[in-house]
């Protein structure tokens, strides 16, 4: 039985960090929005470790808050502790990373959409999507509800055909015993979309009252107030600290005696799994001359005991999970809560996508978040908010906003996985951006907002503050240009109680603070701004002149890079008809549909060859290569 | 492949022994065989065989050629099309009628350096093996030839890819340390990075300095023969001609109109400047003067400044020792079977200690000394090229430069203090540079660049 329910501009399915954000930005944009999950309870739900940011990941989260997206507030507001991370390194490399309260992080996240006007919730299950003419219609749910929508968003997570394997047991199930989202998974397929069976895992969790801290390292947070927002104004202050504990010889010599019994090794998991990130059999396995690996214990919240066991993901069976523990130091009397398991769920190949994250085959449907084989929070929430943005253009019969690989890591991170594809869950790093000093945490806000406030995210008051603060970096940089340092005795004896040579010659303040001893509050001793500064407008200034040299020859690097991106790839293009493409190329060719000569050259499988036959092909306008 | 069947003269142009004819494309058999008679059908056998037979005039039926015809198949084949070489007796006129004759059949004449592109855009060949081939049909003698061969095998991408092998495993690390800060592998530090970017920059030292032997071998040693009239320049010049026989005229035509004489010195080209100016002013002997030996020297990759053995320096051959100064000279004195009045004492002085090699055009002794010093100057005894690999190709020069510099850059930043994940941005640009020799890394306009540089036929 079904019935014909209300009609809606765009429709998100499932609500976790894709899901959030996808909603959120579509309501934003003045879409009338519905959101869909299968439980209310779990908006916006951890189901694996409790910490957002890091390396990239972190990156992540400032690039979506400055196109207005929620993550960085959220975590904000809920987080336990707070560390800056690679502090050692250049600051392109600097990372911010927060252990969050699971719990409150959620809380925080459902209030926010309740509030969202133009966005309702409903928890239910869709079993299916509407498809007229081929084009996405709106959703059928399990209890015949039958929603028309202009645009839909999918982002099922780990929900598809998902099942857990603890051991030899298995069975079918979302992450963290949720009910999985079998019919629409066979639904997809018989769409006609390629689909790929993907594999992640969690470890086991335990009751902090039964561990011994004295025999672990302390990881506290940062004494210095961070924030991921541009909008946070309150810090939290009152930080619980992580511990680190290492695995051992017994513990390695225990699982190895077990390892016939990991469903890995038996052959029981069909899935691939990340290779940045192995359970600890694995790791065991594969990197057997390491006497010892890393174990951080780190708090789930503020109100529950309950630690997570970072680094012990794991797929044995229960009884080896509680012997495996025992093992490591501090842990050998841990009261095990949740057990460990492997999930496997169902992921579309993503270069079935268009950069917007559109579908290819189906307009009108969007997919986000680790449904289109990613790993990650911050991942699926970037995937998230460009898929809600798109969805709303494309009611709005605007053209889709996609970031290039130079503008952000969301831009770097959407063009892999369209354009390449994924083996393995695909997990963001650093070295994925080609262009990573261009890509910094401390300027995402500057790279990206315009954008936000473009698209109608970033509120003006917001926009406002952020011209102010861009004009008095701006404001500063030009005034080191402008001022000029007369070597003179006084001059010199400040120099020297600076710690740096004497000056030679006459030398601007800018080129003075590229010595590498010298920060920007050495060069205001010399010569104080008349203008009060932010920390981190000082922080801009100093990278923005420190590191001029490198971030001339990333530009460089960028215009080259834009060059071939601007050779657009014409609609007219048939790669069946042009002789000489590597049938391996034709084929990858012929699946992305790149957009320009660019992202055609970043296909694998496309070597330079098919590239130079493609420029002949389009030079010649269709005539045979 | 649905490319159409090209052809072209695959031999250089002039009197030779044999000149080959190169047909590729799907058709290239049957076109063939339309013009072909011999014991069997090209299009019945098999492939990598060689057949005996006559070319006929398509329309006339005259036989214009008896000829050896080689066939193969694709893919295993230059081009990966399939091939058929005839081999057609020297000589313009039966070279001529018999490409004629096949452009009858359908064949089209090949583009200048279709065959290569073909070969490169099916995939056969590299870039950087795509540009050995011109340098291959450059190439003045066998030695530069082995250059070419060595490199079109793919022997240099050998090398730059275990350079960029190097290069990665370090960006690599640097990686794990930035992506994974917490994660206990070994911190990178500059020290090490310092060290493998020396180790790296050793390697792009050493392929630079076979670079310039890489380029005399193909360009052949501008060499400029110098010297007061009749001290005996013209003669030297036809002992080392008549000795090593000329192997190329660049420009067709008569001897007056010789530019450049190659000659091949112990299997290094020498390429002789202004030949026809020593030749035409031996015989006007009073118009000649110092200047045109001048003009020569400034082109000069070796001076060879002749002085007669029997005479006292003079005051133009004085001014000369002090012309060659900052030249690589060698000092030939000639006459060494007259008496002597030079004095060797004063020439080592004037001429800053450079060699001298006596000897006597007439009687050719010391024509060997001359020519062994040659050599080793220029190859610091090193000529087995066996294992050598030359990078002799302009933009592979420029290339391997560039990623010299980008690696100089990573070290002087990481002296300087720069973080290492910042220096890492000029070790990318070095890993770059270097897939660009071996077509790795495609730049836009190099495709085009490359192929129009080549000759027709190849």
């Known amino acids: 039985m079904s019935y014909q329910a209300s009609s809606f501009d765009v429709i998100v399915i499932g609500a976790g960090h894709a899901g959030c954000e996808s909603a959120l930005a579509a309501a934003r944009m003045g879409c009338k929005t519905l959101l869909l999950t299968l439980s209310l309870d779990t908006i916006a739900y951890m189901p694996c470790n409790p910490s957002i940011g890091g390396p990239a990941k972190g990156h992540v989260v400032r690039e979506i808050d400055a196109l207005g997206g929620e993550m960085g507030k959220n975590i904000d507001k809920t987080h336990i502790q707070m560390r800056m991370l690679n502090t050692g390194k250049g600051p392109a490399v600097y990372a911010l990373r927060a252990q969050a309260d699971k719990v409150l992080y959620q809380r925080e996240m459902k209030k926010v959409l309740e509030e969202e006007p133009n966005l309702t919730l409903h928890q239910n299950m869709v079993e299916q999507l509407i498809i007229e003419d081929g084009v996405c219609k709106g959703v059928i749910t399990r209890t015949g509800a039958k929603y028309l929508s202009k645009t839909v968003v999918l982002t099922t997570g780990t929900y598809l055909r998902g099942k857990i394997i603890i051991g030899d047991l298995q069975y079918e199930s979302g992450p963290n015993n949720q009910q999985p989202s079998i019919h629409l998974a066979h639904h997809l397929q018989e769409l006609g979309f390629d689909m790929v069976r993907f594999k992640t895992g969690t470890p086991p969790r335990i009751n902090s009252r039964t561990i011994d801290t004295t025999k672990m390292e302390i990881q506290p947070g940062d004494e210095e107030p961070r924030a991921f927002s541009f909008e946070t104004k309150e810090y939290i202050t009152d930080q619980l600290p992580c511990w680190l504990t290492y695995t051992n010889e017994k513990t390695h010599q225990y699982i190895q005696d077990n390892l016939h019994r990991a469903p890995m090794y038996s052959g029981k998991i069909e899935g691939r799994g990340p290779r940045y990130c192995p359970s600890i059999e694995d790791k065991i396995v594969r990197f057997a001359d390491k006497n010892r690996h890393q174990i951080f214990i780190e708090p789930e919240g503020r109100e529950t005991l309950e630690m997570y066991v970072q680094g012990l993901s794991t797929s044995l069976p229960e009884d080896v999970q509680q012997d495996i523990l025992r093992t490591i130091d501090g842990l050998e009397k841990a009261q095990m809560v949740r057990t460990g398991y492997a999930i496997e769920y169902d992921a579309i190949v993503p270069t079935q996508l268009w950069p917007s994250l559109e579908t290819k085959l189906v307009p009108g449907l969007f997919t986000a978040g680790q449904i289109n084989g990613t790993s990650g929070y911050e991942e699926a929430a970037a995937q998230g908010i460009m898929a809600g943005i798109n969805a709303a253009r494309k009611v709005q019969e605007q053209e889709p906003v996609i970031l290039d690989r130079s503008e952000a890591y969301i831009g770097v991170l959407i063009d892999d996985l369209v354009t390449k594809g994924t083996n393995e869950p695909y997990r963001l790093l650093t070295s994925r951006a080609e262009y990573r000093l261009l890509l910094r945490h401390d300027n995402a806000d500057l790279r990206l907002t315009d954008k936000g406030y473009a698209i109608g995210l970033i509120k003006e008051d917001r926009y406002q503050r952020f011209i102010a603060k861009r004009e008095a970096i701006e404001t500063e940089i030009e005034r080191l240009r402008r001022t000029k340092l007369t070597p003179n005795a006084e001059i010199q004896a400040q120099l020297a109680e600076l710690g740096t040579p004497d000056l030679n010659n006459v030398m601007e303040l800018a080129n003075l603070i590229k010595r590498p001893e010298l920060s920007y509050q050495d060069i205001t001793k010399l010569s104080p701004s008349p203008n009060e500064l932010s920390d981190e407008e000082m922080e801009q200034v100093e990278i923005q002149l420190k590191y001029e040299g490198y971030i001339q020859k990333s530009l460089q690097q960028v215009d080259k890079m834009k060059r071939m991106e601007g050779k657009r790839i014409p609609q007219w293009v048939d790669y069946t008809a042009i002789s000489g493409l590597s049938s391996e190329a034709r084929e990858k060719l012929q699946q992305v549909q790149p957009v320009s000569l660019g992202q055609a050259s970043r296909i694998s499988g496309v070597n330079p060859a098919d590239i130079s036959i493609l420029m002949i092909y389009i030079e010649q306008g269709g005539r045979t290569a | ?458």
């Open chain 2, 1 to 458: 492949m649905e490319n159409d069947t090209i052809a072209a003269i695959a031999t250089a142009m002039g009197e030779s022994s044999i000149a080959i004819i190169r047909v590729s494309g799907s058709d290239a058999l049957t076109c063939v065989d339309h013009i072909y008679q011999g014991k069997n059908k090209l299009t019945t056998v098999l492939s990598h065989t060689v057949h005996y037979g006559h070319i006929l005039d398509p329309d006339t039926k005259e036989k214009i050629d008896e000829v050896l015809v080689t066939v193969m198949l694709a893919p295993r084949t230059f081009t990966r099309e399939n091939v058929v070489e005839i081999s057609c007796h020297g000589g313009l006129i039966a070279v001529e009628q018999t490409l004629g004759a096949l452009l009858k059949t359908g064949v089209r004449l090949a583009e200048p350096g279709e065959f290569t592109k073909r070969a490169f855009l099916n995939g056969r060949i590299d870039l950087s093996q795509a540009e050995a081939v011109i340098d291959l049909i450059r190439a003045k003698t066998d030695k530069a030839a082995k250059v070419a061969i060595r490199q079109s095998e793919g022997k240099l991408s050998t090398h730059i890819r275990a350079l960029r092998n190097d290069i990665v495993e370090t960006l690599a690390h640097l990686a794990v340390n930035v992506d994974y800060p917490e994660y206990d592998a070994d911190i990178l530090t500059s020290q090490y990075v310092v060290e493998r970017c020396q180790a790296i920059n050793q390697e792009l030292e050493r392929l630079l300095l076979t670079a310039r032997q890489g380029k005399i071998l193909r360009e052949g040693i501008a060499t400029a023969i110098i010297g007061r009239p009749n001290v005996g320049k013209s003669s030297l010049m036809n002992a080392l001609t008549q000795e090593n026989k000329a192997i190329v005229t660049d420009i067709p035509g008569t001897t007056r109109d010789v530019i450049e004489e190659y000659v091949n010195v112990r299997g290094i080209p020498l390429k002789l400047l202004d030949t026809a100016g020593i030749r035409e002013t031996e015989d006007i002997v009073e118009q000649i003067g110092v200047q045109r030996s001048e003009e020569a020297l400034r082109s000069a990759d070796l001076v060879l400044l002749m002085l007669n053995h029997s005479e006292k320096l003079q005051t133009e051959d004085i001014r000369l020792l002090e012309k060659i100064k900052g030249f690589p000279t060698i000092i030939v004195i000639n006459k060494l079977d007259l008496p002597k009045r030079i004095d060797y004492e004063e020439i080592r002085q004037r001429s800053g200690g450079k060699q001298i090699i006596p000897l006597s055009v007439k009687t050719e002794e010391g024509l060997s000394l001359l020519e062994e010093a040659i050599k080793v100057m220029f190859f610091a005894g090193q000529v087995d090229m066996n294992d050598q690999t030359y990078v002799s190709n302009a933009r592979h020069i420029q290339l391997l430069e560039q990623a010299k510099q980008n690696i100089l850059d990573v070290m002087s930043g990481v002296e300087q203090g720069v973080p290492l994940d910042m220096a890492e941005i000029d070790m990318k640009n070095a890993w770059q540079a270097l897939g660009e020799v071996i077509g790795e890394a495609v730049a836009e306009d190099l495709i085009d660049q490359i192929f129009s540089q080549f000759c027709l036929g190849k």
